[in-house]
């Protein structure tokens, strides 16, 4: 594992959920929509616009160090609507000079032609959904693309945007690891500074969910999913993208900072149809979370500003089991001290203790604790044998 700089204020960022794609993927368990006919953008626009300033007035004056369109398929929207969002978002804060502004695509041909537009209109770096690199198994995920758009995509991508990633998802029904590791060897080739590489899961509620019941998708078992994780990580250390946080790798300096903001357990807004946020101000640190339903989020911002359903002020020790439970999957671990001083109590040191003797954490600088490679596969575990 190598060093990285940790920096003591994870900073500032928005989030701008656009809930629409073209079709469903079956293992997708986002706030997504499919919409028969057209979205009406211009009215969307608006509550967007509206739900700005409603959080605006919540944040007071901050500098925003980065902004995220995810979805869904943020890349149905015309570049024209992304710069108007844009433009709603610089009126009410401040801009860091380097403000990173990822959006979330998909590469078929029609969202790829349209890449330099939403350049233009102010987006730096760029999100592909690829999923896999052959056209079998995109077709058993359900994704519009093939492969050959895919590349094509990432093509145009690279010479267009100077930052951007793509992801893939691995441990798919009956892949192997002879399989994974040349699509995966072929994704690092394409891919100048940042990979995201998520395992599958079968979500609640999902047509995978339903087709496992069924009996006519056999997940991968653990022990297959285990050699897979291993290679992956294995295989990104030596050419040259290793991980920084559990399922996204990164040259030094090209990790997505926007959900660095997350992991590091900063303030951010967010907007959109079942967007969340965190933030603090004199009452203490909340948690919000806004209706989920387009259509019915869009009448609640019409009719008074917003589409707010939760808003919970977070006790201290709700704050340092967040803390602790996204800090742990960054490589860089977390703040030890800060963690402690949220719950107002000292981490359980018999506990700490026996992790470290089965090497599954271990400390590095500043009182830093950080998940190793062997603790990684069992994350989950680790964090709720140390939460308060």
């Known amino acids: 594992m190598t060093e990285t700089l940790i920096e003591s204020d994870p900073g500032f960022g928005i989030y701008v959920h656009w809930p629409f794609c073209a079709a469903k993927c079956p293992y997708c368990d986002f706030n997504s929509h499919v919409r028969a006919a057209p979205i009406d953008e211009t009215r969307f626009v608006k509550a967007f616009e509206h739900e700005l300033s409603f959080q605006r007035e919540r944040s007071g004056p901050r500098e925003v160090g980065s902004i995220f369109f995810g979805g869904g398929t943020p890349s149905l929207m015309r570049a024209e609507t992304i710069g108007t969002l844009l433009e709603a978002i610089s009126s009410r804060w401040s801009m860091s000079s380097n403000v990173e ?45 093939s492969a050959e758009e895919a590349k094509d995509a990432i093509k145009i991508a690279a010479s267009i945007f100077d930052r951007y990633s793509f992801d893939l998802i691995y441990a798919r ?6 399989a994974w590791a040349n699509e995966l060897k072929e994704a690092i080739a394409l891919a100048a500074e940042h990979l995201s590489l998520y395992q599958l899961i079968i979500e609640e509620g999902t047509m995978f969910e339903r087709l496992v019941a069924a009996g006519k998708l056999i997940p991968m078992p653990d022990d297959d999913q285990r050699i897979l994780f291993d290679l992956t990580q294995e295989t990104c250390d030596k050419l040259g993208l290793p991980a920084y946080e559990i399922s996204n790798h990164a040259r030094l300096g090209a990790e ?4 660095l903001l997350y992991w590091r357990y900063g303030d951010y807004v ?119």
């Open 101 to 145: 502004i990822t959006m979330e695509a998909n590469p078929t041909s029609v969202e790829a032609s349209r890449l330099r537009a939403y350049r233009d209109a102010g987006i730096n770096r760029l999100s592909l959904g690829v999923q896999a690199m052959n056209d079998h198994d995109l077709k058993t995920l359900g994704r519009l693309h």
């Open 270 to 388: 967010g907007v959109g149809p079942g967007a969340h946020a965190r933030l603090r101000d004199e009452s203490g640190r909340h948690a919000m979370s806004n209706e989920k339903h387009p259509e019915t989020w869009l009448s609640l911002v019409e009719s008074r500003g917003h589409g707010l359903i939760e808003d919970e002020v977070l006790s201290f020790l709700e704050q340092a089991n967040e803390c602790l439970l996204m800090g742990l999957r960054l490589e860089e671990g977390l703040d030890a001290v800060r963690i402690e001083t949220l719950a107002g109590q000292s981490l359980d040191q018999e506990t700490l203790h026996r992790l470290m003797e089965e090497g599954l954490i271990e400390t590095v600088s500043n009182h830093h604790l950080r998940v190793t490679t062997k603790g990684r596969p069992v994350l989950n575990a680790i964090v709720r044998t140390l939460s308060f």
């Open 173 to 178: 029904p009956r892949q192997t690891p002879d």
């Open 256 to 259: 997505c900072r926007h959900n």
